[in-house]
């Protein structure tokens, strides 16, 4: 496992996490629940559960099977939109939760509070260094910083960029884990001697042998390289779209026939704004469903970061996690 060195510089964030390795495996959304979560946090990694559009209930009996399926420390990822936020962070308060991610925008008012009271730490994205700096005034425990290499919803920045202008600046007044792009241990070594606690990594994760993707999704991660993960193209100026990064398919096209729709009953005054991006937020939500349960991934959306290049092959959790401690060692001795 991790060499002296590689542990040293994992220390804040393992301390943080209670895991062997500060190495997250994101939330995401359908392929995230039990069995990979129980997978990365028995491995030593870290597990988040993906909670995107469930309800309480569904977030509640997950958290109650992925307990009885590892007792190593794992995570919540919510979404701020979610229009129940507060009775999710009430459910992870009662399994006593450690971790809860809260992804998807800044956190509403008294989320953080709320978290905190339950006695669990508080992990956000920062999109820039100017709202990192806010996050740390509000009492988030650590950050995590994630560039537009990334698969799923993506910011507008590259992942060595927003390296280069959040960790010389704040790496050593908080934890900060760096997202997007990361499918080798050499970049982990290479972001942790930049200051970074930990990374987190998505689509590397996709084809662990305990994810629940189905057979054709993994495929399609097999078959993909990293030109094939393109984002979302936003059709109408005053509808404005946070981008998707996926696998190029048919389902590519049908956002754009979705968008039209949506922008039409914008004009026609059937919905407001607000409603007219949530029913965009659904519309991914299905669609991510189609490709990741259904194995629908001509028509269903196969988000993907640009890492996808570097998944060769379907093979355990922990068999990822090694490989990736291993590639960073070698990388640190070489030094
Ligand atoms: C299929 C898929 C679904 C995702 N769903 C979510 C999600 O529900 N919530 C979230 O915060 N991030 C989500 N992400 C982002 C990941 O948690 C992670 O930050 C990202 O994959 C890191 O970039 P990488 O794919 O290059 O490793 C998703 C990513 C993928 C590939």
Known sequence: MANAQLRELMARGTALLGSDVAIIC??????????????????????????????????????????????????????????QLLDLIAICGKHGVTHIVLAGGLPPKGSIEAIKENGAKVICFAPALALAKKLIRSGVDA????????????????????AQEIL???????????????????????????????????????????????????????????????????????????????????????????????????????????????????????ALRRAVIDGDVENGSLMAGQSVGMVTKEQPAAEIISELVEQANKALSAR
């Not at 469930?54 to 229009?83: R, Y």
């Not at 042998?209 to 189905?214: D, F, G, P, R």
């Open 168 to 286: 010389p600046v704040l790496a050593s007044e908080i934890p900060i884990f760096v997202a997007g792009g990361i499918g080798h241990g050499d970049m982990i070594a290479a972001y942790l001697e930049m200051g970074a606690a930990g990374v987190q990594l998505g689509s590397r994760f996709v084809c662990a042998t305990e994810s629940i993707a189905h057979p054709d999704f993994k495929k399609a991660f097999l078959r993909g390289n990293a030109r094939d993960a393109i984002t979302s193209v936003q059709i109408d100026p005053r509808l404005p779209v946070i981008p998707v990064r996926a696998l190029k398919n048919a389902g590519t096209e049908a956002f754009t026939a979705k968008q039209r729709e949506v922008a039409q009953m914008l004009d026609e005054g059937k919905v407001d704004m607000a409603a007219a991006q949530l029913e965009i937020e659904h519309y991914w939500a299905g």
């Open 26 to 83: 994101g939330a995401m959304s359908w392929v995230s629940e039990r069995h990979l979560v129980s997978a990365v946090s028995n491995a030593g990694g870290f597990g988040l559960i993906a909670c995107g559009a469930m309800t309480p209930e569904l977030l509640d009996a997950e958290i109650t099977a992925t307990k009885a399926m590892t007792d190593k420390p794992f995570g919540v990822n919510l979404i701020t939109m979610h229009p």
């Open 143 to 162: 950050l995590i910083i994630e560039g537009m290499e990334a698969g799923g919803h993506i910011g507008p920045v590259a992942t060595s960029v927003l």
